[in-house]
């Protein structure tokens, strides 16, 4: 008679998990996507032998298209990179050359980074990709969080397995960790310097680690950011790159 | 004893003849095979060596640990003054210093957009500098499949297999995208100069060779290169000659073990080698045992028949009061005989016959020429005579005729006195 009483409980639980779980990513997308944004960054790679910072300008609307130019240094002044659904192209001044980034290229480091050209290209909101469940409860970074395991809900995703650690005042993710299919731990994020921007909470400084390659990781930093803009279409044409 | 033993062995011919037959073929197989097996392995340890792990090759103890990685962002810095130093320390051997880097080959069409795309694997070496013999090394002229050697700066050699898969010919303009020693994106055009074939799958399915100054203004690695190997000056690669090599460079070099110290490994240490030198190296043992069972087995035989032959002989000798014992020792020693002479033969012909084939040498391009390999191998497979061919005939060749009489003179022992002459009266 007990066991029947507790399946109810049982189910109860498990449903008011699943739901919070999604309701937490749901405000997760409406803090970090946008259907457009302008924003200036740095991004310092830090090797084994010495550190790189290179700053850029990018734009982009929803998740289909963004557009990024390098402003410095000398050497990467003036490459474009382009990306439109799921293609992505790119322009290098020295060369005068409009190059397609596709296949396993794709997985490439952008700009010796620990970064990704899909980790770059990949911008669905979470409750598109994943299915959302609640591990439990930690704190990080002095704040309280959630912390959310994520499965891939689609084939055509780079992490089978996502692990968030969810700021449960900001709903803000402090601390990601990405997984391959098969388990293995490939990238960890943290997210720090968390602003009110435009009404809505985000993260300005975002430190990647490559788990796989030596180093002491990528630091990519928001240097102004602008949200809702309105940004001219021909930005998101080839045309733009050689311009 | 000796003298009477000889002399029953020229006079009577076939006591003596097939066994000496049998040895000398024997033997000048096992020299001519052990000269042909140690050509061949050499000559693929040599096409390896020469084109990515040289007898030796210097590195930094960072980039040595990521090999596989080809991590130029741990290449050696100021390059060109240690290999300057390399060639003062070292005046017996050449040094080469070259790239080896991972990228993407982007075709372009008529608007300089991507028509096609690959991922390949380079080599930056110097191709123009007019001392160099790395183009002769690595014999780029006779592996060309079509166009020409790189002539001038900003020119690229790419696999014949790689530019049918991507519809590129000599002349026209390719993109390599890869990685700088920064890290930042590399993004570089070449003008394809020709297409060649290396015969070996992995390659020709995607490599490029350029000129080493090219693609350090490619990578962004002035006076930086992933590699210097070093090539012995007379001969060919042997642990005992980059023994000496090894511990001299430690010794000057390599003293403070720092993740960007210069380390040298030898041949043996890279690319999982050490099993295909070992090998080469015990080729002489394994021939040796493989002959020297054949031809016992062979020479047993013989023996056996023999035995039958001279069982009259053999009878009468015991008759008349010859021990076994003696009997069986002389048969010993006409082997012995035998043995060295066929050995002294067929070390003879066998030798003749290497020297013909390490001169000229047997040009299998022709048949290699669509045909793709795992391993690197050469146009021209060739001999190779070493001291170890004067005397590896010896072995076989003398303890196969002992062995094979030892083993049908036993016989000997099993006839009886009591029987003798009712055997000879019949």
């Known amino acids: 008679m007990k066991k029947l009483f507790f399946i109810p409980i049982i189910f109860l639980s498990l449903g008011v998990s699943a739901q919070s779980a999604d309701e937490i990513i749901d405000r997760v997308d409406r803090n970090m996507s946008s259907d457009n944004r302008v924003f200036e960054s740095t991004m310092t790679i830090h090797g084994r032998r010495s550190s790189r910072t290179m700053t850029s300008k990018s734009y982009s609307v929803g998740d289909k298209k963004s557009f990024t130019e390098y402003l410095s240094p000398a050497r990467e002044q003036g490459t474009k990179m382009l990306k439109l659904e799921n293609q992505l192209w790119i322009y290098s001044p020295s060369t005068d050359r409009i190059i397609q980034i596709s296949g396993h290229m794709l997985r490439q480091s952008v700009m010796g980074s620990d970064l990704s050209y899909e980790d770059m290209m990949e911008d669905r909101k979470l409750t598109e990709v994943y299915n959302a469940e609640v591990a439990g409860s930690e704190e990080f970074d002095k704040r309280q969080c959630w912390v959310l395991e994520l499965t891939a809900k689609v084939e055509d995703v780079a992490y089978a397995r996502r692990k968030m650690w969810i700021d449960k005042e900001r709903y803000i993710p402090l601390k990601e960790e990405l997984y391959a299919k098969s388990g293995q731990l490939l990238k960890r994020s943290i997210l720090s310097n968390v602003e009110r921007v435009e009404g809505r909470w985000f993260p300005t400084t975002i430190v990647y680690k490559d788990m796989l390659k030596q180093g002491d990781g990528t630091e990519f930093k928001i240097t102004g950011i602008k949200f809702d803009q309105e940004i001219p279409d021909y930005i998101f044409t080839k045309a733009a790159l050689k311009q | ?426």
């Not at chain 2, 590129?168 to 994106?185: A, D, F, K, Q, R």
Request: hydrophobic share 45%.
């Open chain 2, 1 to 426: 004893m000796i003298r009477f033993l000889l002399k029953g062995l020229l006079r009577d011919k076939s006591r003596s003849l097939i066994p000496l037959i049998v040895v000398t073929i024997g033997v000048m197989l096992a020299v001519f095979a052990h000269g042909y097996i140690n050509g061949i392995m050499v000559d693929m340890i040599e096409q390896t060596a020469k084109l990515t792990t040289g007898h030796v090759k210097v590195m930094t103890k960072a980039y040595a640990d990521n090999i596989d990685q080809v991590p130029n962002d741990l290449a050696i810095m100021n390059v060109n003054e240690i290999k300057e130093e390399l060639e003062e320390t070292f005046p017996d051997m050449k040094w080469a210093i070259r790239i080896k880097f991972g990228g993407l080959i982007d075709v372009p069409d008529e608007n300089g957009e991507t028509k096609s795309q690959g991922p390949a694997m380079g080599i930056g070496m110097d191709l123009l500098s007019g001392n160099s013999v790395e183009a002769q090394r690595l014999n780029l002229q006779k592996t060309l499949v079509r166009g020409s050697v790189p002539a001038a700066p900003g020119e690229i050699l790419i696999s014949e297999d790689f530019s049918q898969k991507l519809k590129v010919n000599p002349g026209e303009e390719v993109t390599l995208i890869g990685s700088t020693m920064n890290g930042g994106m590399a993004i570089f055009n070449f003008r394809v100069a020709g297409t060649l074939r290396f015969g070996n799958t992995g390659l020709d399915r995607g490599s490029v060779i350029a000129d080493l100054k090219d693609v350090q203004a490619a990578l962004d690695m002035n006076n930086a290169a992933g590699e210097i190997l070093g090539f012995f000056k007379y001969g060919y690669y042997d642990d005992e000659t980059a023994a000496p090599v090894i511990a001299k460079f430690n010794e000057d070099f390599a003293d403070n073990k720092g993740d960007f110290d210069p380390v040298m490994l030898r041949l043996r240490d890279q690319e999982g080698l050490n099993l295909f030198v070992d090998l080469a190296k015990s080729m002489g043992s394994i021939i040796i045992i493989v002959f020297m069972v054949a031809m016992s087995l062979v020479l047993w035989n013989a023996g056996l028949l023999g035995g039958l032959r001279r069982y009259g002989e053999i009878g009468i000798r015991l008759a008349i009061g010859e021990e076994k014992g003696h009997v069986y020792r002389t048969m010993l020693s006409e082997s012995l005989m035998i043995g060295i002479a066929g050995t002294i033969v067929g070390t003879a012909i066998g030798l003749g016959l290497s020297w013909l084939m390490q001169t000229y040498g047997l040009d299998i391009s022709e048949f290699t020429k669509n045909a793709t390999t795992a391993v690197m191998m050469p146009n021209v497979i060739k001999s190779r005579i070493t001291h170890a061919d004067f005397y590896i005939g010896f072995i076989p060749g003398v303890l196969s005729t002992l062995l094979g009489t030892m083993l049908s003179g036993v016989g000997i022992y099993k006839r009886e006195t009591a029987q003798l002459f009712k055997e000879l009266e019949a």
